[in-house]
């Protein structure tokens, strides 16, 4: 059942033995209580799941309670997560709490002394990216909806209420909910770019802004607890955005998006700060009549407001009250930036920064402390965090585009190399190392070619800029040679870049199965040539290299992609050591499992030794960055788990594998579950199963994003976007793009090498991080198959024999991938070692079955009745689906 009214006298008895339970009856019953107002007919029919959903126009009302209800349990689930952390602190402190700092702290070598740790926490980086991946369904409006009630949730728990003044708050979460059925969850329209970067930035406004002083002030408490006082705390987060700067695939992202962009984000955070300031200004009111400043505090803040050009006014307007005049002349010059009113603003975050610590120490001087933690060093924190940016913006295009737009100029003077030949690699080396280039006439260009120049331009000016943070590194997609990275920095030359050393991080993005295997030798390649070397090096010998997730799991499956993964950075780590570099890993995770969606404090926690050190990137992609980060709380948590995981790879050194047989059956079993996928893949008449057995053809009429789901308009499985890939089969509940290959993998190991085997494989279940963590991710993936429902979407499949012959293969990999996780685990069914997780699918999954079963009739006849409308039912459908499952690619 989705959920069943309960009396108010039962629900008062279930919240003593279960808090979450007795909240999810609550909101069940104002569920409830709506769907009795607004849609009385199909109350009855969402209730009762074991009947299937009707195929005419009820089906409307009908999805939209289940949906409802969906996002409700979801809702849920945050809040009981939250409760539960705050009792486990409570009771047995934070030292207690999984992925606190505290907790990171006590994994740390007993000897370090406090000096040790600040020398190995100095460049302690993590860097949440956020991108405009479509993979989010929910609108914006909707969003604040679940936000307003998480709120009401929390306000909840307090004790304080008297019985009317909760039964306020519960008619305020129904009124929210009824608000939630009156929006719909449906976009009519695709979202633009516009919607897009506006989306990205609210999580910052509602969330992340107020997030990001309280981690550091955790950070601070737990550093202090374990080595005393006296600790310098630096940023330990930066965020990235790829909102407005990917134009992989998405035609729409411009040069003027991008400033567009960059503008927003600007915009944003210098509101945030003269917010800021207001607040500090009216709170601290303190007058030289009464406290005087010490001489040495006073001249800084004197200064800040002798520089104003105001200086006299704002004496005469506050006199004697110092601390407001600095803070009313730091408004206006943060203003005056806002405005774009010429030179009166800061010349860098630095300035601003240092004009805050000023104020800091004067208070701190009048034994003001508690107020400078209120009101000034909140401030300094998100102005370390934020710069004057919100994020730093990264750019990324697709090396084909890089390498034809170089083909266009070169092919102005003459014919050009063909890209990949030896020509073109030497002319390409060879112009790169010229001292002088003639530049080319833009008007002569197409206008993408124009565009990637005028971008380039762009990140060059930004980089010369009061805050050179606000944009990031270029990242190629598709990087497959040394040629596609150095064809990047002989168009930034064009683009007016230097000739010495290019103030420009070109970063490679290796997705597919070969480019990770030929990672190395593409940073050997390149760095063999002096201008890309020189521009490569950073200050801290450290090179950003970024790995893909989705691309290498369909090219390889779930199994083989992982481990490549891992090996490719182990391979990374010791090539780039040779030329006294160290790579910072940039992780291209999505939402779901074939995605890299693993848990995030074990997924760090199973990197290779020594590839961390204390520095990664990962990127938040649209569900994600919804459930992540759409509350103050929970973002703050999500971000402590982030960096505490990271905070525990500081100790580690480079060091070779320590356990060589367990790596050489990960080798034997990657292989053999790639096999088995390339098989499938392989198999003639797939591409037809897959487009007919899924509702991927249909996938355009869901709103998702501004970018298309195939790169440059292919029709090929190659250039289908790993999302739609991941999305189509989750949707008809298949799933293979999370465990196909494991089964297969596992008995012909078993085979080869008989009673070792599972001796082996016992130990590396208990031991090995990373084989263990693919083994649960496998079992969850497991969890939410249902062959059952998949069949049915087989039955969409035209020809009889493809469809017997897909769907048979499928089957056999399924029950062999049941068998192998039985040996394993020792559990005859999938999910019974993730209580949680399988108690939240077990409540939902008899009504997301007759969804599914919808969406099976919806597609049947939408595609043998001409003029059927089906599209409002089968995007609701779609929407149901992945919000049952929790994401949808």
Partial sequence: MVAVAQPVTDIAETAAADPAAALRAEMGR?????????????????????????????????????????????????????????????????????????????TLDPKMTQADFAALTRHLSVGPTLTAHPTEAKRVTVLEIHRRIYRH??????????????????????????????????????????????????????????AVPQLFDRFATATEARFGAGNDITPCVRFHSWIG?????????????????LARARRAILARYLEDIATAAARISITSRIVALPPEAEAPIRAIVNRSPDAKRLASRNPGEIFRQALTAIGARLRAMQDQSGGAGYPSVSHFIADLRSLEAGLQAVSAQRLAARFIAPLRM????????????????????????????????????????????????????????????????????????????????????????????????????????????????????GAEKLDLRVVPLFETIDDLRHAPAVFDAVLAVPLAERSLRSRDATVEVMLGYSDSNKDGGFLCS????????????????????????????????????????????????????????????????????????????????????????????????????SNDALEALSGLSQTAYVTLMSQPGFIDYFQQASPVEELAMLKMG????????????????????????????????????????ISAFRQVRGAAADRLLAEMFDRHKLFRLMVDEVEKSLMLTDLAIAADYAGLVEDADLRARIFGLISAEHAASLEALRRLTGSAQPGLRFPNMHDRFRTISPQLARINRLQVALLRRARTEPGFATSVPLMQSMNCIAAGLGWTG
């Fill in 30 to 106: 104002l569920w409830h209580r709506v769907i009795e107002r607004r849609a009385p007919h199909v109350l009855q029919t969402v209730l009762s799941t074991d009947a299937d959903l009707p195929g005419d126009e009820t089906a409307i009302p009908c999805l939209q309670a289940a949906n409802i209800w969906f996002q409700l349990t979801r809702i849920i689930d945050e809040n009981t997560a939250m409760r539960s952390r705050r009792m486990v602190e409570a009771a047995q402190g934070p030292e207690a709490v999984e992925g606190s700092f505290a907790k990171a702290l006590t």
């Fill in 153 to 210: 949730l929390v306000s909840l728990e307090t004790q304080r209420w008297t019985p009317r003044e909760r039964d306020e708050i519960l008619q305020d979460i129904e009124a929210e909910i009824d608000l939630l059925w009156m929006t719909g969850e449906l976009r009519m329209e695709r979202p633009s770019l516009r919607d897009e970067i506006e989306w990205g930035l609210q999580f910052f406004r509602d969330a992340l802004f107020d």
């Fill in 245 to 261: 700067g990917d134009r992989d695939g998405n035609p729409n992202v411009t040069a003027e998006v991008t400033r567009d962009a």
């Fill in 382 to 497: 998100r102005a370390e965090t934020f710069g004057f940016r919100t994020t730093t913006l990264d750019i990324r295009q697709n090396s084909t585009v890089i390498t034809a737009t170089l083909a266009e100029i070169w092919g102005l003077s003459g014919p050009a190399p063909a890209p990949g030949s030896a020509d073109w690699s030497q002319r390409l080396r060879a112009e790169l190392g010229r001292s002088g280039l003639v530049h080319v006439n833009r008007s002569h260009l197409s206008e993408t070619a124009r565009d990637l120049l005028d971008l380039l331009a762009l990140m060059r000016d930004a980089r010369i800029s009061d805050d050179p943070e606000a944009i990031g590194p270029f990242i190629l997609s598709m990087t497959r040679s040394a040629d596609d990275m150095l064809a990047v920095y002989l168009l930034a030359r064009h683009a007016g870049f």
């Fill in 562 to 661: 992982t481990y490549e993964l891992d090996k490719a950075q182990r391979r990374l780590t010791a090539s780039l050591a040779r030329h006294g570099l160290r790579p910072v890993f940039f992780h291209g995770r999505g939402g779901s499992v074939s995605r890299g969606g693993a848990p995030t404090g074990r997924a760090i926690a199973a990197q290779p030794v020594g590839t961390v050190q204390g520095r990664l990137r990962l990127t938040e992609q649209g569900e994600v960055v919804s459930s992540k980060y759409a509350n103050r709380g929970t973002a703050l948590n999500q971000l402590e788990l982030l960096a505490s995981s990271v905070l525990c790879h500081l100790p580690a050194r480079v060091q070779p594998v320590a356990d060589p047989e």
């Fill in 706 to 745: 501004s970018r298309p789901a195939r790169r440059f308009g292919a029709r090929s499985l190659a250039d289908l976007r790993a999302i739609p890939w991941v999305f189509a089969w989750s949707q008809n509940r298949h799933m293979i793009t999370g465990w196909y290959g494991f089964g297969s993998a």
